[in-house]
């Protein structure tokens, strides 16, 4: 049974930064991208950030950019999102994701995902 599980989301003040972190299990995922969703209240699941298989190649949605690292250590099946200089507008639910190709996770429609974790940003 592929599990996803998140941690570090909380709150911050606009300008701060989090780390998020996912592991996952019951699946070989040092094969498959890995990558970050979001979910907004009354807003639709959005892609933030994707990395390959191999960690070579990311990537990110517009809002994310020059603001979001993603990374992988395929070692403990952990997929991570540095988030920096947040804003108000990220604040939402977090969702790790992955799926059989990256084109899956940046449209936001992963074959897996965790619980999620919220990230508030205070103005």
């Known amino acids: 049974q592929v599990q996803l599980v998140e941690s570090g989301g909380g709150l911050v003040q606009a300008g701060g930064s989090l780390r998020l972190s996912c592991v996952a299990s019951?699946?070989?995922?040092?094969?498959?991208?890995m990558g970050w969703l979001r979910q907004a209240p009354g807003k639709e699941r959005e892609f933030v950030a994707a990395?390959?298989?191999?960690?070579?190649?990311?990537y990110y949605a517009d809002s994310a950019k020059g603001r979001f690292t993603i990374s992988r250590d395929s070692a403990k099946n952990t997929v991570y999102l540095q988030m920096n200089s947040l804003k108000p507008e990220d604040t939402a639910v977090y969702y790790c994701?992955?799926?059989?190709?990256?084109?899956?996770?940046?449209?936001?429609?992963?074959?897996?995902w965790g619980q999620g974790t919220q990230v508030t940003v205070s103005s």
């Open positions: 019951g699946r070989t995922f040092s094969r498959y991208p």
């Open positions: 990395i390959s298989w191999s960690g070579g190649t990311t």
């Open positions: 994701a992955t799926a059989s190709s990256q084109e899956y996770l940046k449209t936001a429609a992963p074959a897996y």
